[in-house]
């Protein structure tokens, strides 16, 4: 993705460019900052386009390989957003509440979404027949705060390869974990946040909903790229083996 006036453009209509209070500013987002307006820090969006096409190309090859994505967003503007590119391009997604240890204790975190699975089959087969009228509310009101932590990861068997985050700031747990533990990142940084806890940081508007829908939506395409190209490759390998099999085979008959 060159920088081209059009992508300016396209950042520049989305809000991408506008970041927080220059009062809240971290001094680490500094290089990527173009000026202050009015005491409102305004993000360079060539830096923004440069980071941007690097976390793409990552994210492609990544995902080509088939690695598993975990999209992270933990602020109500981002809930659909999150959920949506996750659900498009195959990932898992976390949102509404980031429990700590969801990566660094995940033996742990595994017995809570095996709880959830099992409260859940409970209810569908017996909907609690066998309890009273409060054990079965309380039950149900578990589910409720294990789904809203755990449901877009029920199937996730092991760490994820790649960590997505919509918030620097807000879900830095979620990097500073995914850090310790040598799982690179990819993160929108707004001004007031720490782009040094973040494999590829993308300087952007982390509030705006339109930044958020155009920055989050350029890594679901990213991944889904890589996806697509990886699916391909495999088909081709696939068919170029059973075509040398398939050779071999008439040779040992000709022999």
Not at 90 to 115: E, H, Q
Not at 168 to 175: E, T
Not at 225 to 231: A, L, T
Request: charged share 35%; with cysteine; net charge positive.
């Amino acid at each position: 993705m060159a920088t081209t006036e059009k992508t300016l453009k396209e950042m520049l209509d989305n809000a991408v460019h506008f970041g927080h209070k220059s009062s809240k500013w971290n001094p680490r987002m500094k290089p990527f900052i173009y000026a202050n307006r009015g005491g409102v820090h305004i993000i360079d969006l060539s830096s923004t386009a440069e980071k941007l096409e690097e976390a793409m190309k990552f994210l492609t090859t990544m995902a080509s390989e088939g690695a598993t994505m975990l999209f992270v967003g933990t602020k109500p503007q981002s809930f659909e957003i999150i959920k949506k590119a996750a659900k498009e391009c195959g990932a898992f997604y976390i949102i509404k509440k980031w429990v700590p240890g969801c990566l660094t204790n995940f033996s742990t975190i595994k017995l809570r979404i095996k709880r959830l699975k099992d409260l859940k089959k409970e209810r569908e087969e017996t909907d609690f027949e066998k309890y009273t009228k409060k054990e079965k509310g309380q039950m149900i009101k578990e589910i409720n705060t294990l789904e809203d932590a755990f449901g877009g990861v029920e199937e996730l068997k092991g760490k994820p390869k790649v960590v997505i985050v919509a918030d620097a700031r807000r879900d830095v747990i979620a990097l500073t974990e995914a850090k310790k533990l040598g799982i690179p990142s990819v993160a929108i940084v707004d001004t007031n946040a720490d782009p040094g806890l973040v494999t590829y940081p993308v300087p952007g508007n982390d509030d705006a909903i339109k930044s958020l829908q155009y920055l989050i939506g350029k890594f679901e395409e990213a991944v889904v790229k890589g996806r697509k190209g990886g699916k391909a490759k495999a088909e081709k390998e696939e068919k170029e083996k059973a075509e040398m099999a398939e050779k071999a085979e008439k040779a040992e008959k000709a022999e």
